[in-house]
């Protein structure tokens, strides 16, 4: 799936947020190794800390499908400025796609596309426990 689809069913994904506090609707959609493709919306809770991110709840889908290679992540975000993954899902994402690729939409809707370890420099991971 090229990177345009990808930001796409981030797109879609983001419809189905659930964001009653702070309006701050994210989708997000992984890519895994395998070709398949998982979607996932921010879920926002009264309680702040249980809220998850869009990005957790599309890696939660495809590693509960079984998935445990992700190649791609795109996230989509109704925002002025381009809307990467906090520092919290970037650690998680590590954990299943060192290599991956990251893609988000500029001001102007333009995909822009960094790597993981562009965005997580010097990374905590499972070699550091070595």
Same mark, same amino acid.
């Given at each position: 799936? $090229?990177?345009?689809?990808?930001?796409?069913?981030?797109? %879609?994904? %983001? =419809? %189905? +947020? /659930?964001?009653? /506090? *702070?309006? @701050? %609707?994210?989708?997000?959609?992984?890519? +895994?190794?395998? &070709?398949?493709? /998982?979607?996932? !919306?921010?879920?926002?809770?009264? *309680? /702040?800390?249980?809220?998850? !991110?869009? #990005?957790?709840?599309?890696?939660?889908?495809?590693?509960? *499908?079984? =998935?445990?290679?992700?190649?791609?992540?795109?996230?989509?975000? #109704?925002?002025?400025?381009?809307?990467? $993954? !906090?520092?919290? !899902?970037?650690?998680?994402?590590?954990? @299943?796609? $060192?290599?991956?690729?990251?893609?988000?939409?500029?001001?102007? &809707? =333009? $995909?822009?596309?960094?790597?993981?370890?562009?965005?997580?420099?010097?990374?905590? *991971?499972?070699?550091?426990?070595?």
């Amino acid at each position: 799936m $090229p990177d345009a689809e990808l930001l796409s069913v981030a797109r %879609r994904a %983001r =419809e %189905r +947020a /659930y964001a009653p /506090y *702070s309006g @701050f %609707r994210v989708g997000a959609a992984v890519r +895994a190794q395998s &070709g398949a493709v /998982y979607p996932g !919306c921010n879920i926002e809770n009264a *309680s /702040y800390g249980l809220t998850l !991110c869009a #990005e957790q709840v599309a890696v939660a889908q495809a590693i509960s *499908s079984g =998935e445990r290679r992700l190649t791609a992540i795109a996230v989509s975000a #109704e925002s002025a400025h381009a809307v990467w $993954p !906090c520092g919290r !899902c970037r650690q998680m994402l590590l954990e @299943f796609g $060192p290599d991956m690729a990251v893609l988000t939409e500029g001001p102007g &809707g =333009e $995909p822009l596309r960094q790597t993981l370890t562009d965005l997580l420099p010097d990374a905590f *991971s499972a070699e550091t426990m070595r």
